[in-house]
């Protein structure tokens, strides 16, 4: 619920009513998916009473067919002609025997030929079926004397051309011997795959409703649609022959698929019927009910967008209100808003005006208190102008540096003149120039620096210059070499008598940003004092009062100024080891715009 508050009021009445649509439409949905489950469980049951009617059809006529079989596999005359070896006599049994299985074939309707194929060689063939299956009696399925179906087969210009079933069983010798129970040959029985179904049609209740009778090899047996005898069923997404009701798609269209199992010929009873075709009557009262539904919709669209708007457009005028007065000019806060429509913006509007009445009032008042407060100031401008005034000027300065420095060399004092001179360039540099200058420019001034703190400590310590050409012309802010360098003299070299070496190194890196390296082998900082440097370091940018410790402003003052300058990438690294010295890494990018 919290998230639905932080909406507009449009969005929330869109969501109210496009909620009330979508409860409507599941209700029609509902209604639909339960007639459209009635539909298809009468189908269903329809469908399930016609399989079975076809299941007890091919099941009495396979047994037809198989105990036909058995009668003549267990014939004595064709048991003794398969072992006879006399030619002559086997002639005179092969005449009496073609008689005798004529008449069987008679016995059922659709028996094409029956062909005993023996394992000396002998045969009897009623219609030339017997070379074609010759191949095939080294491969059957099952050598047991049970009757079993092998599939269809076409027989070229046989039996019509069309494919027929074949049926076959192995004949065991039954009489006592030497062959008892020994397999002599195999019984053939081709049939036509009507006589499976007998003569009974199987008319669909549903128009498009397609019944298929599939062997194991998914080839037609008998169908009522276009799909001839032997012909291979199309491929489905699913396969149909799990058996019970579902709907699959097959060329792009969806199908009811009954199927059940026919365990004689290892096969399925498949009844497919187009869903649109099945649900046909439901589609069109379930669009004509949308059709109604949509011309509600429509009707309903104008009272509901009638009361958005009366709703929403005195909103939106206070809202534009608003938005005027954000932008500051003194005419628009002298207006006032009339809002008419329900009793609550009336409220609103009668309050804002007044609160717009408390605001011109008090910035009036604040106006004035400005304008005393600015006199007040501009006074005191005036005063520290003339203070300044009073100050020594700088030349004066510059030149009694110079007098000195003259003295010093007209005396000798080879000190006195140097330190005097490098104090002159340090002073006229920090006064003189832009805030920022080449890193070059800097070096030179803490040079002056250092020459003046050497001839202080007496040469207690050298300085080492290693700095690339792209770093020296490098911009950096004026001033900030000089604390560092003062740093590492004052308490890297001070507090020891041994002699040092102090190190500036400058490069730019890949990235563009300019390293500079103060590194002195002074007395190093203790890990107490580190740890408090980095966190000084690592603090947001602050004044210098804020660190009690002077020795520390320095180093935070530069460090802030890089900060402030070029970002918080940049800045102060500082390391070092009690003992061993101390290294002080300066980055600085490139100038960043100022902030808008």
């Not at 699913?238 to 097959?250: A, D, T, V």
């Not at 199927?259 to 004509?288: F, H, K, W, Y």
């Not at 534009?320 to 008419?340: A, C, E, H, N, V």
Request: hydrophobic share 40%; proline share 4%; with cysteine.
């Amino acid at each position: 619920m919290a998230f639905l508050r932080k909406l507009s009021i449009r969005s929330q009445l869109l969501i109210l009513a496009g909620s009330t649509i979508i409860v409507i439409l599941v209700i029609v949905l509902h209604t639909y998916t339960m007639m459209s489950g009635m539909i298809t469980r009468s189908h269903e049951e329809y469908v399930r009473q016609t399989v079975t009617e076809m299941k007890k059809n091919v099941a009495s006529n396979r047994d037809v067919i198989y105990r036909l079989m058995q009668d003549i596999s267990y014939n004595p005359d064709i048991q003794d002609y398969l072992v006879e070896k006399d030619n002559l006599v086997r002639y005179d049994k092969f005449t009496r025997l073609t008689k005798y299985l004529s008449g069987q074939k008679d016995l059922k309707e659709g028996i094409q030929d029956i062909i005993i194929s023996g394992n000396n060689d002998t045969w009897i063939d009623l219609a030339g079926g017997n070379r074609y299956l010759v191949p095939l009696r080294d491969q059957l399925s099952d050598q047991s004397l049970n009757a079993n179906y092998e599939g269809m087969r076409k027989f070229e210009n046989l039996y019509g051309g069309a494919d027929m079933l074949v049926f076959a069983t192995s004949i065991a010798y039954s009489r006592p011997g030497e062959q008892f129970n020994r397999n002599i040959g195999t019984a053939f029985f081709i049939v036509d795959p009507t006589a499976l179904m007998g003569e009974q049609e199987y008319s669909p209740k549903q128009a498009g409703t397609q019944i298929y009778l599939l062997d194991r090899d998914r080839k037609v047996v008998a169908s009522n649609s276009s799909l001839s005898a032997g012909s291979k069923f199309p491929a489905m997404e699913e396969n149909p022959s799990g058996g019970g009701n579902r709907i699959l798609k097959w060329k792009n269209q969806s199908y009811v698929v009954e199927s059940e199992a026919l365990p004689e010929i290892g096969g399925t009873v498949l009844s497919m019927v187009p869903e649109n075709e099945l649900l046909r009557d439901l589609l069109d009262i379930r669009r004509q009910e949308l059709i109604i539904l949509g011309i509600a919709l429509l009707m309903l669209a104008i009272p509901f967008m009638f009361i958005v708007n009366n709703i929403l457009r005195p909103l939106k005028k206070l809202i534009f209100f608003i938005t005027t007065l954000r932008r500051g000019d003194p005419l628009k806060l002298k207006k006032r808003i009339s809002l008419q429509g329900y009793m609550e913006i009336s409220i609103v509007a009668t309050e804002l005006n007044s609160m717009l009445d408390e605001i011109d009032h008090l910035t009036q008042s604040l106006l004035e208190t400005n304008t005393r407060l600015y006199s007040t100031e501009l006074e005191k401008k005036k005063s520290e102008l003339a203070f300044l005034r009073s100050q020594i000027n700088p030349h004066f300065l510059y030149n009694t540096l110079e007098a000195i420095t003259g003295i010093a060399v007209v005396e000798g004092q080879h000190k006195i003149k140097t330190m005097t001179r490098s104090l002159s360039s340090i002073f006229r540099y920090s006064i003189k120039g832009s805030s920022e200058v080449p890193l070059g420019e800097e070096i030179r001034m803490v040079d002056s620096y250092i020459r003046i703190q050497q001839i202080r400590f007496e040469g207690r310590f050298d300085v080492h210059y290693e700095l690339t050409d792209e770093a020296m012309a490098f911009r950096v802010p004026k001033m900030i070499l000089q604390p560092i360098a003062e740093n590492a003299i004052y308490h890297g070299f001070e507090p020891t008598l041994k002699r040092g070496r102090l190190w500036i190194r400058g490069a730019v890196s890949g990235e563009g940003q300019l390293i500079v390296q103060v590194e002195d082998d002074g007395i190093g900082i203790e890990p107490e004092r580190l740890e408090e440097l980095r966190l000084m370091l690592s603090a947001p940018s602050s004044g210098p009062e804020e660190h009690a410790e002077s020795k520390s402003i320095g180093l935070v003052n530069v460090n802030n100024r890089i900060r402030l300058m070029f970002g918080g990438d940049c800045g102060v690294r500082i390391d070092s080891e009690a003992g061993f010295g101390t290294r002080v890494e300066l980055i600085i990018g490139e100038r960043r715009a100022p902030d808008a």
